[in-house]
């Protein structure tokens, strides 16, 4: 899952122990958000800051839910074409595992890894959640030198 740090970061994900991953408007990425499933692991990765990495370890704690801010109007997510007897957006809750000793810097997982297998190395891949297979998550859990799991 990626995020702006300025916007919300690990070190807020820290604090607040879990949030509702709002605001993603984009139908693949919210089809990943459908298929997680309660205590998957999430990778918490830092975009547009210098350098972009993975910053740390969340853990699915809510699934299925309705993103509130589809109906805000106030909310820039707002979607008038959704209602709540038939909404658009599903989203889950994230809750906070660990911040990594140090971030995981994109240029290091563009050496370690290929595009088929981790597509936050795609040249172009504005996607805001993508899988992450499994073997990919263990070479990034040895490389990030945490212990969490």
Do not use: C
Not at 119 to 125: D, H, I, L, Q
């Amino acid at each position: 899952m990626k995020s702006e740090p300025n916007v919300y970061s690990i070190k807020d994900l820290q604090h607040d122990g879990e949030t509702i991953w709002d605001g993603v408007r984009n139908y693949q990425a919210r089809n990943f958000l459908r298929s997680m499933e309660l205590g998957d692991l999430v990778f918490f990765y830092h975009s547009n800051s210098n350098p972009p990495g993975i910053a740390g370890l969340g853990k699915i704690t809510g699934i299925n839910l309705h993103d509130p801010s589809q109906f805000d109007v106030q909310s820039k997510y707002y979607d008038p074409q959704s209602h709540p007897d038939k909404p658009r957006w599903q989203t889950v809750k994230l809750g906070f595992l660990d911040e990594f000793p140090t971030l995981l810097p994109l240029d290091e997982l563009r050496r370690q890894f290929n595009p088929d297998d981790l597509w936050v190395v795609r040249r172009g891949n504005r996607l805001s959640v993508t899988p992450v297979p499994e073997s990919v998550a263990l070479q990034i859990l040895k490389l990030s030198k945490t212990s969490s799991i």
